[in-house]
């Protein structure tokens, strides 16, 4: 198992694992590394890929040098490995929404999160992250998002989903692709906030998606965050189908 580092915007990585074998043509799970004076990891991947993706981090920085845990929200793609993470990194603090905190992090982490509000910002020195909580978008009810306000960088967790092993960053279609995954697994919990939520993150226009499974974006990514909107508001209307 193998683990590629590609830098995605300035001083922003991009940590790939391609597993072949999950799904119908396999999938990339994806950890991002902010360098900033307090560097910050976004998502920890499963306790599995510990081993590759902290040797990955390895060739950007020391691990030690980590003093922020972030993930989107709790399943084992986003923090499996959180408690390993912790124990490589002694200066770092995990930190998460306020849901994230009182529902799993504030009985399970192995030291004591630090909770951000929805809409503060955490300063990292050199790079600035603010929380944006986004329940149940994709899906979890801690689910929340983080945007890097000086690359303009949305780290976007599992929205966007797609399979495959793509390349690091495109400039073209990532909608088509996400919106097959979407139709073929059902992965994310669509309310009547869906759209809403998801509009409200095209207004910080972003100019990267850091996206968990696939490519992540670069360009103009307002518009491509409103149609992805269109797409789970239309889904609603319709009544979305289980996946078959
Ligand atoms: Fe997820
Ligand atoms: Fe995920």
Known sequence: METRVDEIAERIYRLSTF??????????????????????????????????????????????????????HVEADECGALGEWLDAAPSATVTHGAIGCAIWLNDQAPRPPRALANGEVLDLGGR??????????????????????????????DLFTHVGDPPALTDGDILGPAMAAESQFGYTAVTTATGATIRRLAGLRPRTLAVMHGSSFTGEAAPVLETLAKFYDDLLQKGAAPPS
């Open 128 to 157: 600035r992250v603010q929380r944006l909580d986004t329940p149940h978008v994709p899906h979890c009810w801690d689910a929340g998002l983080l945007h890097e306000e000086t690359t303009g960088t949305l780290f976007c967790s």
């Open 19 to 72: 597993l072949p074998a999950v799904g119908p043509s396999g999938f990339t799970f994806n950890q991002f590394l902010v360098d900033a004076e307090e560097p910050l990891l976004f998502h920890c991947g499963q306790r599995a890929l510990f081993p590759a993706v902290s040797q990955a981090v390895g060739r950007v920085m020391d691990v030690r040098r980590l003093r922020w845990i972030a993930f989107s």
